[in-house]
């Protein structure tokens, strides 16, 4: 499981990114743009970036009420759209931060909450606000957020799901529930019986690490015989990692820049092939 500090108990011989006194000055001004990586790595950073998107609200069949952060592209579009789910710390500023990222490439991006506004900084409170998920509110929650996307009007009509960690899961998950055009999971648990993943509809992109001792090769290589068994192993793209998990958060312990940069790079490329 992670922690405040990352996931595992070995810490990463890589620096972490960082900006310079100007560098930092003039992102804040809204004067310059700095590699995802180093705006995650930076709480200020991350925040500004964040603040970029606006709350947008959805009720749902029942009445209730749901909360997301939607980051436009400039433009009218039409746009594709992608569902970004947080890890179990909740929609924070990182998470936000990627979705200000991904309409900045063109991509109407919206940072679903699945905490009912919680976001923890302990591993207690992580713990707590993750294992409170109601899961059929959860998918009510996914799926309704997709429907929304693929009916507003600077939409394009595709949409793709993308998860890490706990939000991993949920992206799978969702795409199982509704249809989608993408699914790209960061090492998310991945157990799903063919009968289960026989109701997916795009293809599926997953990036995992070897040194994973959660989401490790068996329950992968497990994911990828029920994906064939189902009739779906053509949709299935999985790249491996020579990295521990969390290996894409710049603010984790087990953060490696390299395998980061190449996930983001084959992640954005197989939602510009997907999504149009």
Request: hydrophobic share 45%.
């Amino acid at each position: 499981m992670c922690d405040i500090k990352g996931c595992g108990n070995t810490q990463s011989s890589q620096p972490l990114p960082r900006a310079t006194g100007e560098e930092r000055r003039s992102f804040l001004k809204g004067m310059l743009a700095l590699p995802l990586a180093v705006v995650l790595a930076d709480p200020l950073l991350a925040q500004a970036a964040g603040n970029r998107t606006r709350s947008v609200q959805l009720a749902l069949g029942g009445g209730d009420k749901v909360q997301a952060h939607l980051a436009m592209p400039e433009g009218d579009g039409p746009f594709p759209a992608v569902v970004l789910i947080h890890e179990w710390w909740g929609l924070n500023d990182q998470i936000k931060a990627v979705a200000a990222e991904l309409a900045n490439l063109g991509f109407m991006a919206l940072a679903v909450d699945l905490y009912k506004g919680g976001v923890a900084d302990t591993r207690e409170d992580a713990m707590a606000l993750m294992q409170a998920v109601n899961e059929e509110e959860a998918t009510d929650t996914l799926t309704g957020w997709i429907d929304w996307l693929r009916r507003h009007q600077r939409c394009n009509g595709k949409v793709a799901t993308m998860g890490w960690c706990f939000g991993g899961g949920w992206s799978l998950n969702a795409s199982m529930e509704t249809p989608v055009d993408a699914t790209i999971i960061y090492y998310g648990n991945v157990t799903r019986t063919p009968k289960q993943l026989s109701r997916l509809r795009g293809p599926v992109l997953g990036h995992f690490g070897t040194l994973d001792k959660s989401i490790d090769e068996a329950m992968v290589g497990g994911f990828e015989r029920a994906m064939a068994e189902a009739g779906k192993a053509d949709r299935l793209n999985v790249y491996w990692y020579v990295a521990d998990h969390a290996f894409a958060n710049p603010t984790g312990a087990r953060y490696d820049a390299d395998d980061a940069a190449l996930a983001w790079t084959r992640s954005v490329s197989f939602l510009y092939r997907q999504l149009g």
